[in-house]
């Protein structure tokens, strides 16, 4: 049995409904919200600022530190137990080197700059509203960057590529790959790929080609909340 | 064919084209890419000639050399003081260039100034590391005391002092305090007590609405309003 129709009834190509807000958090230098679906994402960014331990400090360059939570009950399951986890240390790893590409610190050597993300609720694709929260948390800081980075996870379900997977499409019984994809905005130059599952070459393909057009929606997201940040107040 | 993609004073996010063609030449927060420029952070578009710059509305400060800042001091060496100031960098104050009076050997440097306390100062000196010199020994610099200090986004300075320092000094005459605004986002305001409060939530105001037009008549609006 294929997988004909999807379990939320989206079109297969179709996002989850998102929503997007820059300058949530008054403290931080900038912030961001992001949701998809029932995921949602809190991004804060604090710096440049002084780095410690002093061995991790480089003196060419600025460096990115980023750091992933989801809140205890924040998922379907069981508890989640707060604090550092193996999972938690590897998508911390991939968002900084996904938005590394693009974010330009030569101008301060030696300093971090700190990427909070925290996630109260969620529903597969943390790591994609991660990245799409935390790029524009550090548009909203006054990181210089030379292009947004936006995000999204495609997959095959049982056959069928579909876009932006909910948790349920990953627990589908049949063979379901789950692939986060995170893109820059003007030369749609890869910066995240990994997979879960299995898929063939041309659902591969034809995965990639969906996630440009899913990534290029995010990023008319990412836009719009910037610039609401700045219009009018009266 | 080279035209401007973007009107002037539009905001623009980090990518975005700002112009093509080559007759366009990319100024600051900005970069080419093949024949196209596009920015580099988040702000505001401005076109100077052939060159396309943006203004930043928000981000970090960066020292540079004449800048007038407020630091506070958290540390004292041998040979002077070392100063937070707001960025990823402390600076350093040499004995020479505290005072203009003579500073003996054996003197107790806290005496002048004491850990945590703050200083106007001016940035003398800033390597490519951003390691940073100050001096305190030029007329209106000093050590900060009484009032209250007030943090905002470096970015947002020009826009509390205003075209030739009119909306500073508008904020001091309808309030009577003294303000001392640091090129790091540091504010001193010194007063009454309920002026300076008065003065506080209009630096505070001007911070969040900066991007708007005509800030000054609304900003005389609610200084005269509120004053009473």
Not at chain 1, 141 to 147: E, L, R, T, V, W
Not at chain 2, 70 to 90: C, E, L, P, Q
Not at chain 2, 120 to 128: F, G, Y
Not at chain 2, 142 to 166: E, W, Y
Request: charge should be neutral.
């Amino acid at each position: 049995m294929a997988y004909t129709e999807r379990i939320d009834g989206r079109k297969f190509d179709e996002l989850r409904p998102m929503e997007a807000k820059a300058g949530v958090i008054p403290n931080a230098d900038g912030s961001a919200l992001v949701k998809a679906g029932k995921t949602t994402a809190y991004a804060a960014v604090y710096g440049p600022r002084e780095l410690f331990p002093r061995f991790k400090q480089n003196p060419k360059t600025g460096i990115v530190r980023c750091h992933y939570g989801m809140m205890p009950f924040s998922g379907s399951g069981e508890r989640i137990r707060p604090g550092n986890s193996r999972r938690s240390q590897e998508i911390a790893m991939v968002m900084e080197k996904s938005l590394n590409a693009m974010i330009d610190l030569s101008a301060f050597p030696n300093a971090v700059v700190d990427i909070y993300v925290d996630l109260p609720q969620t529903d597969a694709g943390t790591r994609c509203a991660a990245i799409s929260a935390a790029s524009i948390a550090l548009a909203d800081a006054g990181i210089p960057m030379k292009d947004m980075i936006s995000s999204v996870a495609v997959g095959e379900v049982d056959g069928t590529v579909v876009a932006d997977l909910s948790y349920d499409e990953e627990a589908y019984d049949a063979i379901v790959s789950d692939i986060p994809v995170a893109m820059t905005h003007n030369t749609k130059e890869i910066t995240l790929l990994q997979m879960d599952g299995e898929i063939s070459k041309e659902n591969l393909m034809k995965a990639l080609e969906m996630a440009k057009v899913g990534t290029e929606t995010v990023y008319e997201l990412q836009m719009k909340a910037l610039k609401d940040k700045f219009s009018r107040s009266d | 064919m080279s035209n401007i993609l973007k009107n002037e004073r539009e905001v623009v996010i980090p990518g975005e084209a700002l112009a093509e063609g080559m007759d366009y030449l990319p100024g600051d927060n900005t970069y080419r890419e093949g024949d196209k420029i596009f920015s580099k952070v988040l702000g505001l578009v401005g076109v100077a000639g052939r060159v396309m710059k943006i203004t930043p509305l928000s981000g970090p400060y960066l020292p540079t050399t004449g800048d007038k800042i407020i630091a506070k001091v958290f540390d004292i060496t041998m040979s002077g003081w070392r100063f937070k100031t707001n960025t990823a960098y402390s600076a350093m104050m040499n004995v020479k260039d505290a005072s203009s009076r003579f500073i003996k050997r054996d003197e107790d440097l806290s005496k002048i100034l004491a850990i945590g306390d703050y200083a106007v100062v001016t940035i003398t000196k800033v390597t490519s590391q951003n390691l940073i010199d100050l001096t305190m020994k030029e007329p209106g610099l000093h050590q900060v005391s009484g009032g209250r200090l007030v943090k905002i986004n470096s970015q947002k300075v020009p826009r509390i002092i205003g075209k030739q320092g009119s909306m500073i000094s508008l904020i001091k005459d309808k309030t009577g305090c003294n303000i001392t605004v640091g090129q790091n986002g540091i504010v001193w305001i010194k007063g009454d007590s309920d002026k300076e409060l008065l003065a506080e939530k209009a630096v505070k105001m001007i911070e969040a609405r900066s991007h708007e037009e005509g800030l000054t008549s609304k900003m005389e609006k609610f200084l005269t309003g509120g004053a009473q």
